[in-house]
């Protein structure tokens, strides 16, 4: 386990909490805000070119149009891996009554179907509705575009799980060779929120399927991520639900097991020991959680040091990036 120590000569203040997500206005065009209107006809107005190409032409106007519901391909970028089946049945049965409000997007295939980039869940409902035909608008855009489009799209829903969040931004990373900045100003991301999510990966399958299906959330999950090895975090995992471990307490078990000779000293030694400023130690607190990695800060009024360990290259790649050193 290795360290890196921060000396601080002032006073420990603790910083007000800042939102990282940048809103759909960002993830949709850094030109101009969206107007109002749908998410997927902001998404079909789109036209910026990436990587020096020119800009690509929608259907007239973005007006849409009817296209069979039998020649549309499922989107093979699609991030979102669990669709529930009761909540696609109330939606086919509005649109038997009232129809599909907002269209989906499609692209034209050199064989003539179209492959959907938008709408998934309109589309599968209007074919479990009985309809024939779905309103879609025409979009011509490359491979890199489409995925792009359709992430953009799913990360705007709540029920894209931190699983599926974490594998569409690997897919950026590796079939487009995105690094993990390309793949932050693709999405409107902060780079440490995108490296934060793909650590995520590194997790057991098993803690992985826990995250996927809700018995984890994201927190757990980065705290468990501070373990060194897949055996301790399987462990671990299984007393965390065993037990119904909130986040903070997880934090505290997983420190524990990292530290056990400074459990043990500290409730040997607990009567002689002066309690951490409350400011420090929740300073300390947003620290570990921010970071996933043990941090422990000595303040001796207003003067001290923060400690960061991290036990591997790929810790020390997130610590820099998360404090934004650029490598």
């Known amino acids: 386990m290795s360290r890196i120590e921060i000396k601080s000569p002032g006073k420990i203040e603790v910083p007000k909490r800042r939102a990282l997500g940048k809103g759909l206005e960002s993830l949709l065009s850094t030109h101009a805000p969206v107007e109002s209107g749908s998410r997927e006809q902001a998404l079909a107005a789109r036209t910026t070119p990436h990587n020096g190409e020119a800009p690509l032409v929608s259907h ?69 509705a009985g309809k024939t035909t779905v309103p879609a608008i025409l979009r011509q855009v490359s491979d890199e575009q489409a995925m792009e ?21 690997d897919r950026l ?28 990966l590194r997790l057991p399958a098993e803690v992985q399927g826990k995250v996927e299906s809700g018995d984890l959330s994201f927190g757990h999950a980065r705290a468990l991520l501070a373990l060194d090895s897949a055996e301790r975090i399987l462990k671990a995992m299984g007393k965390v639900t065993a037990l119904a471990m909130s986040v903070r307490q997880t934090e505290t078990y997983v420190q524990g097991l990292l530290n056990p000779e400074k459990k043990q000293q500290d409730g040997e030694h607990k ?9 420090v130690r929740e300073a300390q607190e947003r620290l570990q959680r921010q970071l996933g990695l043990k941090v422990r800060i000595e303040d001796k009024q207003g003067r001290g040091r923060v400690v960061i360990e991290y036990s591997g ?3 020390f790649d997130a610590l820099l990036t998360a404090l934004g050193a650029a490598i």
Do not use: C
Not at 175 to 200: C, H, I, P, S, Y
Not at 271 to 279: M, R
């Open 60 to 128: 007239p106007g973005g007006t849409p149009r009817d296209i069979p519901v039998t020649q549309i391909d499922a989107n093979p970028y699609q991030t979102r891996m669990r669709v529930d089946p009761q909540k696609l049945d109330e939606l086919a049965r509005s649109i038997t009554a009232s129809g599909v409000v907002q269209p989906i997007i499609v692209r034209p295939l050199p064989n003539g179907r179209f492959q959907l980039i938008a709408g998934e869940r309109r589309w599968r409902a209007s074919e479990k």
């Open 149 to 169: 489009m359709t992430i953009v799209e799913n990360l705007q829903r709540a029920d894209l799980n931190p699983m599926e969040q974490a594998r569409a931004y």
């Open 173 to 200: 990373s590796r079939d487009f060779k995105m690094t993990q900045e390309q793949v932050a100003q693709r999405t409107g991301k902060d780079r440490a929120t995108v490296a934060n999510f793909l650590r995520l």
């Open 271 to 279: 009567a002689n020991v002066h309690p951490l400023d409350p400011n």
């Open 313 to 315: 290259l790929e810790d």
